[in-house]
C-alpha cells in the first residue's frame, strides 16, 4: 500500500474517532443541560412553596384577594365543589387541605391558567375533594368549604382561604376566620352556612373524601386524579408541576 493511501485510511480512522468523541460528548452535554433544566424547576417550586408558606395571613379582619378571585371562578358555573359546566366531558380532582401551602401555591401559580383555559370553554370541570392530613383545623375548614359549596360559592370559599392562608398549624383557621372566609367568599345565608358545616353530612364527606384519597394511594396534597372519555375509569396524575402538565392531561382525557 502507497504511502498516500496509507495517510488516507489514517486520515478516515482519525475523522471517525473524532465523530464519536463529538456525539459522546454532545450526548453528556444535552444530558447535562436537561438534568439541569429539571433541577432548576424542582428549586423553583420549592422557592413558590417557601415563598407563600413564609406569607402573612389569617387574618379575619384583614381578607385579601376577594375581587380577584370572582374574575377568575365566575366564568363557569358552580355546583357543590365542582367549577364548571355540568356537561365537560373531563374531570380534574384536585384532593387538597386548606392548610396545606403547596395547595396555595397551585391555587395561586397553576390552576388560574387551567380555570380559565379549560374550564371556562366548557372542555372540563374541576372538583376540590378534601385530603385532610396537614393539623386539627383542617376538618373543620374542610366542612366549612362543603358548606359554602351547598349555596355554590366552595370554590370562592377555598380560593379566599388559600390566599389568606395563615402559617401552617397556627391556630389561626378558627370559627371568626372561617365565618369571615365565607362572608367573604359571598355565601349568603351565613345561618345556613352555620349549621351546614357542622351536621353530619359535610363532616361525613371530608371524612370519606380523605379516607376515598388514602385508598387512591395519594399521601401527600395537592395530589390530582381525572376522568374523561380515553381515560378507563379514573386516571392518577399525583403532583403535576405544571399548568401545561395538567392541561396536557385534559386533552388527553378528553
Known amino acids: 500500500m502507497s504511502n498516500k493511501r496509507e495517510r488516507e485510511k489514517r486520515r478516515e480512522e482519525r475523522l471517525q474517532h473524532e465523530a464519536t468523541v463529538d ?73 387538597g387541605d386548606l392548610q396545606c401551602p403547596a395547595c396555595k401555591a397551585y391555587a395561586e401559580e397553576i390552576l388560574p391558567q387551567v380555570i380559565e383555559n379549560k374550564v371556562d370553554s366548557g372542555e372540563a370541570k374541576v372538583s376540590f375533594h378534601n385530603f385532610t392530613i396537614i393539623g386539627p383545623q383542617s376538618a373543620p375548614a374542610g366542612a366549612a368549604a362543603l358548606a359554602a359549596g351547598e ?24 370559627d371568626e376566620f372561617l365565618k369571615a372566609v365565607a362572608e367573604g367568599a359571598g355565601v349568603k345565608d351565613i345561618a345556613k352556612w352555620e349549621s351546614d358545616r357542622k351536621g353530619a353530612k359535610v363532616t361525613g364527606e371530608v371524612r370519606q373524601s380523605t379516607e376515598e384519597a388514602q385508598r387512591l394511594g395519594f399521601e401527600s396534597t395537592p395530589s390530582f386524579a381525572i376522568k374523561g372519555p380515553n381515560t378507563n375509569g379514573l386516571k392518577l396524575l399525583g403532583n403535576p408541576g405544571s399548568t401545561e402538565e395538567i392541561e396536557a392531561a385534559i386533552e388527553s382525557a378528553g
Request: charged fraction near 20%; avoid cysteine.
Open 151 to 174: 349555596q355554590r360559592r366552595g370554590w370562592n370559599f377555598i380560593e379566599l382561604f388559600y390566599r389568606n392562608q395563615g402559617a401552617e398549624n397556627s391556630e389561626y383557621a378558627d
Open 23 to 95: 456525539s459522546g460528548e454532545r450526548r453528556t452535554k444535552l444530558l447535562q443541560l436537561a438534568a439541569g433544566a429539571v433541577f432548576l424547576a424542582i428549586v423553583a417550586v420549592v422557592i413558590l412553596i417557601v415563598v407563600n408558606s413564609g406569607s402573612e395571613g389569617g387574618d379575619a379582619e384583614n381578607l385579601q384577594g376577594a375581587g380577584e378571585i370572582d374574575a377568575l371562578v365566575g366564568g363557569a358555573p358552580q355546583n357543590g365543589m365542582t367549577l364548571g359546566k355540568p356537561s365537560a366531558k373531563v374531570e380534574l380532582i384536585e384532593y
